[in-house]
């Protein structure tokens, strides 16, 4: 592709923002200039590109006018903060936050919904989900028309990088304390991780959901074009430091045909199949990959209408940052 395009990413110096750098350079995106932003207290930090080290500016003293498409890979406030100026400037987004509401930026999982995109108007505005709506999009979207969905039930088990680098540092500590017999001072979890499950993940509300168990159920039913889809959710804490892990049940409105739904599994964009017999787990296969892997697909144990499914993916690439660039690839046509 001849065109280029001038690129800013908000967050650069985290762990989906340093991720998205590497994968805008591992897939060749026509990058002109590529602008990395953060707080001023990792401005000065440096960020590999193309084999320079692309120094990080503060994103307060930004002008987005300077830039076609910016990537929002920080918090939602931060979200909220910027992306008017982003807007105001003429400039396109895509945010990994969650910040936006869904009809200013519509959520998009490419191997799910890319229709989307097609009824935007310039200044684009987009939304890449959650790394959980992510993978499970992935999944079900080519299973939904076979199973004429009725209800989805998952149980997340989550990587501590979901919660960002101090999670993962935090797991890393507990880890080398509890090893080396050492007492244990938990610090950003409130108890031990390490060698653990925790049954929540952020704090509930006074019915008992985590704003991430609520964010999960909202973006799956808008990926999926589904809005009335029935979805129980619990995410678990995992004492994993990458890749996300799911136990699903689907309920279909009739007997499920298994070899159609491995047949729609093996042919579809962004999944791999394991075979019969055995599974994937995300230090073994996920982490560092480009897909979700799939196993243990079976039927109810009494019920022909349900579908049991193991998943499997890297929650800061696949479900994050590879997302969001797949989802730059199809604006970039007209961007300009």
């Known amino acids: 592709m001849s065109q280029t395009f001038d690129i800013a990413v908000v967050g650069a110096t985290g762990t989906v923002g340093e991720t998205l750098v590497q994968i805008l350079e591992e897939r060749d995106f026509p990058i002109a200039n590529l602008h990395l932003l953060a707080s001023s207290e990792s401005a000065g930090h440096s960020v590999p590109f193309r084999g320079k080290n692309v120094r990080v500016r503060e994103v307060d003293e930004f002008d987005f006018s300077k830039v076609q498409l910016v990537f929002f890979a920080a918090g939602p406030a931060v979200t909220l903060s910027f992306a008017p100026r982003a807007t105001a400037a003429g400039c396109s987004l895509i945010d990994l936050s969650g910040a936006l509401p869904a009809e200013q930026a519509p959520q998009v999982v490419p191997e799910a919904n890319a229709q989307v995109l097609a009824g935007l108007k310039k200044p684009f505005q987009v939304s890449s989900p959650s790394a959980s709506a992510t993978t499970l999009a992935v999944v079900l ?119 159609a739904v491995n047949a729609a599994l093996e042919a579809a964009e962004g999944i791999e199949l394991v ?62």
């Open 141 to 259: 979207a080519p299973l939904r028309e076979l199973l004429d969905l009725q209800r989805v039930t998952l149980t997340a088990s989550l990587a501590v990088s979901t919660q960002g680098r101090e999670a993962v540092t935090e797991l890393a500590r507990q880890t080398a304390e509890l090893l080396n017999v050492r007492p244990l001072e938990p610090r950003f979890f409130d108890r031990q991780m390490a060698f653990n499950l925790l049954a929540q993940v952020g704090t509930p509300d006074a019915q008992g959901h985590t704003l991430l168990e609520k964010r999960l159920v909202h973006e799956l039913r808008a990926v999926l074009g589904q809005p009335a889809l029935k979805i129980s959710v619990t995410c678990v804490q995992a004492p994993v430091f990458f890749g996300d892990s799911f136990s699903v049940t689907l309920a279909s409105a009739r007997p499920v045909d298994l070899a």
């Open 275 to 336: 075979e019969a017999g055995d599974y994937p787990t995300p230090v073994g296969d996920a982490v560092g990959q480009d897909v979700v892997y799939v196993g243990r697909v079976r039927s109810g144990v009494d019920d022909p209408a349900e579908l049991n499914l193991w998943l499997t993916s890297d929650n800061v690439r696949k479900g994050a940052a590879l997302n969001a660039v797949q989802v730059a690839e199809l604006l970039i046509k007209d961007l300009v």
